[in-house]
């Protein structure tokens, strides 16, 4: 493939990995960059060689999904050419750069496929830089990819699907799970429980986890406040206000926390997709059609990278994005597999509107946070420090950044974008959509620098991260 035809997927969990088996079909192939050593993604990630844990056991229900998503990579993983281990740091000028088990690299193309994924949507409490507390993807992948729980008494605090789906595989392989406690209200679920019904056996699943952990003991609890995290160098406890107004204690050395998923859209920024503001997400997301195309000619948007669904919807959005990348190519597609798909996605998406409902991020926490609580855990900056200390009481998100030094650090706001933007809000009595975006900026994760010198490739040690 010559470079005025070349295809780069980045990703390969569900959505990259359809969108490159339906490109292959087709006698192409496409360059596909992904960040982990081996393809899933995080809702089937891969265990290292050398672990013998069985895929039930890490996948639970999902395991023949699973199975069948890391075959299908497998049987087409000769004719990609794939660059694991290897980040996209930015892109300009429709190029990629990159940095991979080869060095700094750059990928010119001519398509774009982007499969970028979710990351954890975090709140702030007090105490949540103590060590022992992990986003609940951080727990996950302790137990999906070490076989190790993050604490022997892990308490898992937060809302939507993964809270009790992390909650039941650490309690299924064995942790101590010492609480599930969410912030969503029982009333909140009633409502949504005709779009809900649209979830089907998903809906089932996430009803048995619940069950199942009652059923074995686990204490849970819905409509809770947390408080702080408590702890003297390391976690002892967790404090939390219950829905009838009652503070309580739990004991604990690990806390695992996280209000669902939010898109990656760094890269969709910095590719020049237009941004626009969605209600639900509470956040700027990139704008597409239904089939798959952003904003601009030559991109294509998959998976949650493009809006937060699910493992399944990605798998049919990247099939989908395929199959539209191939027809503005001239390539004759199958027009009733494109039809099926997007009835499914539709299908999937009013059971997401309903899940969001139901388990609904806590607006209005991040406004009330006591001033002395950390919000950007990179430069040390406290929510007081957001609603108080920008000396020309900016109402934009990246003057105040430009003031606080706030989504400066390692994450680029990827962690406290989110509870920032709520707390000058509030401050400012501005809609949450006026207060704009964190704009995306390269390079979007750290990267290793070597020191210039002859041992400088044989000692780690050296090495610099900007």
């Not at 470079?3 to 192409?28: F, K, V, W």
Request: with cysteine.
């Amino acid at each position: 493939m010559s470079i005025d035809d070349t295809i780069l997927i980045i990703g390969a969990g569900p959505a990259g990995t359809r969108a490159a088996e339906t490109l292959i079909s087709q006698g192409l192939r496409p360059i596909l960059v992904d960040e982990a050593p081996a393809s899933g993604g995080q809702v089937y990630r891969r265990q290292p060689p050398g672990f013998i844990r069985s895929a039930k056991l890490r996948y639970g229900f999902e395991a023949r999904k699973a199975e069948a998503l890391h075959a299908c990579f497998d049987n087409i993983r000769e004719r990609l050419d794939y660059r694991p281990e290897t980040s996209v740091w930015s892109i300009e000028n429709r190029t990629a750069f990159t940095l991979g088990l080869n060095g700094v690299d750059r990928i010119p193309y001519k398509s774009l496929l982007l499969c970028t994924g979710g990351v954890d949507r975090i709140l702030p409490i007090p105490g949540w830089t103590l060590p022992g507390v992990y986003t609940m993807g951080g727990a996950q992948i302790a137990l999906k990819a070490q076989g190790c729980t993050i604490g022997r008494r892990v308490v898992f605090l937060g809302s939507g699907p993964l809270l009790y789906l992390v909650a039941y595989q650490y309690a299924h392989a064995g942790g101590s799970v010492g609480a599930v406690l969410d912030t969503a209200r029982l009333r909140d679920a009633l409502p949504a429980i005709p779009g809900l019904l649209a979830g089907g056996l998903t809906l089932a699943k996430g009803l048995w986890y619940q069950n199942w952990l009652r059923l074995n003991g686990v204490t849970l609890r819905r409509g809770v406040q947390p408080i702080r995290v408590e702890g003297d160098g390391r976690v002892s406890g967790l404090r939390y206000r219950t829905a009838g107004g009652r503070e309580n204690q739990i004991a604990c050395d690990a806390v695992g926390l996280g209000w669902g998923v939010k898109p990656e859209c760094q890269l969709a920024e910095l590719a020049g997709c237009e941004m626009e503001f969605n209600a639900m997400a509470r956040q700027w997301l990139p704008s597409g059609d239904v089939d798959g195309r952003a904003s601009i000619d030559g991109v294509y948007l998959a998976g949650d990278g493009a809006g937060v669904m699910g493992a399944d919807a990605a798998e049919y959005r990247g099939e989908l994005a395929a199959l539209t990348l191939l027809a503005d190519r001239g390539v004759s597609i199958d027009t009733a597999r494109q039809d099926t798909l997007k009835s499914r996605l539709r299908r999937l998406m009013r059971f997401r509107i309903a899940l969001e409902r139901a388990l609904p991020y806590p607006q209005g926490f991040a406004a009330t946070l006591p001033d002395d609580t950390i919000v950007c855990r990179c430069e040390g900056i406290t929510a007081g420090d957001i609603r108080y200390g920008q000396a020309l009481e900016p109402q934009e998100i990246n003057r105040a950044k430009a003031f606080t030094r706030m989504g400066m650090g390692r994450c680029q706001g990827r962690m406290c974008g989110i509870a920032a933007t709520e707390i000058l809000a509030h401050r400012k009595g501005v809609p949450l959509a006026e207060v704009g975006r964190l704009r995306g900026q390269a390079p979007i994760k750290p990267l290793n620098i070597f020191i210039a010198g002859e041992a400088a490739d044989d000692d780690p040690d050296r090495a610099a991260s900007i």
